[in-house]
């Protein structure tokens, strides 16, 4: 803060309603300030800022964070939970060809990126339910990861047909696809899972927390030279999102969720090293005390 004014931070966060208040002035601190950098949708924000770090506060999905962490970029990742979901439904196929989770080992399965975090989840309730790994289906991907450092394993391949992934279903060039926003509404298009809910439903009953999509990152400049300010900050979109679903802050609660997903992602090939979740915690612990 200099000479009374608040510290201004060039922020991305998708429109969420608990993000509303701090959008609309209506929850603030004297010592921070939102300039909110409109990015549609959110995930094109995750790119530029884990390469050229081009925003000071930034909605980042909870792999690209991981991976962030593991190849040294300069951000801290704060224990705040922007988007959670349940995920298993996201697992699609057209509705005319029957397919079950065992069809899918030696199959082709679309995503928009291998390293996108609802393909992490619905990966992971494979492994879960039904005992299937990553490496035994063929991930077929449209764009690359948000880190240029990572080079994915070789059950990976590039998909150049240009369609879409409900057209390559309909099409019969996919068994199954993983969509996360841009799920299809249109009754061609059915769950693999059918049982989903009950299984999603179950999944949070015995760990007791939301599978997390994404969290924020700050730069660590910016958190170094302005520590107030980014603990404002924090405390203001904690206080946005109390009760807002599937949300959790502090860097407690969210040490157990985070050595789950760091587990799946090195199981799924997307972590180029393992990466100690309490050093990854660590900064933003001594930054908040909490």
């Given amino acids: 803060m200099t000479d009374g004014a608040p510290v ?9 309603p608990h993000i509303a208040p701090l959008r609309e002035g209506r929850l603030t601190d004297p010592r921070v300030a939102f300039d909110f950098v409109e990015v549609e949708p959110v995930p094109s924000a995750f790119a530029p800022m884990v390469r050229r770090l081009e925003y000071d506060l930034c909605e980042m999905a909870i792999v690209s964070a991981l991976q962030a962490f593991a190849y040294g970029k300069p951000l801290v990742l704060l224990p705040a939970v922007v988007a959670s979901r349940l995920q298993r439904g996201c697992l699609i196929r057209h509705r005319d060809r029957p397919v079950g989770p065992r069809d899918l080992i030696g199959a082709r399965v679309g995503v928009r990126s291998f390293t996108q975090t609802t393909g992490m989840w619905v990966r992971a309730a494979l492994f879960e339910d039904h005992s299937i790994e990553a490496g035994q289906s063929i991930w077929c991907v449209r764009e690359g990861a948000h880190l240029d450092e990572y080079v994915p394993p070789p059950f990976v391949t590039w998909d150049r047909s240009g369609k879409s992934l409900p057209d390559r279903l309909r099409d ?11 799920l299809p509404k249109d009754p061609e298009f059915v769950p693999v899972l059918a049982d989903h809910a009950a299984a999603d439903r179950a999944w949070h009953e015995r760990h007791g927390w939301v599978p997390i999509n994404h969290m924020a990152v700050v730069r660590a400049d910016v958190a170094a030279v302005e520590p107030e300010a980014v603990r404002a900050a924090w405390r203001l979109l904690r206080e946005a999102a109390d009760g807002a679903y599937g949300t959790m802050f502090g860097t407690s609660a969210l040490r157990e969720p985070l050595l789950f997903i760091e587990e799946e992602a090195r199981r799924q090939g997307l972590l180029p090293r393992p990466v100690d979740v309490d050093e990854l915690l660590e900064p933003a612990w001594r930054l908040l005390g909490e």
Avoid: P, S
């Fill in 8 to 16: 201004r931070l060039r922020t991305v966060f998708g429109r969420y």
């Fill in 172 to 182: 019969g060039e996919l068994a199954a696809a993983i969509m996360g926003a841009d």
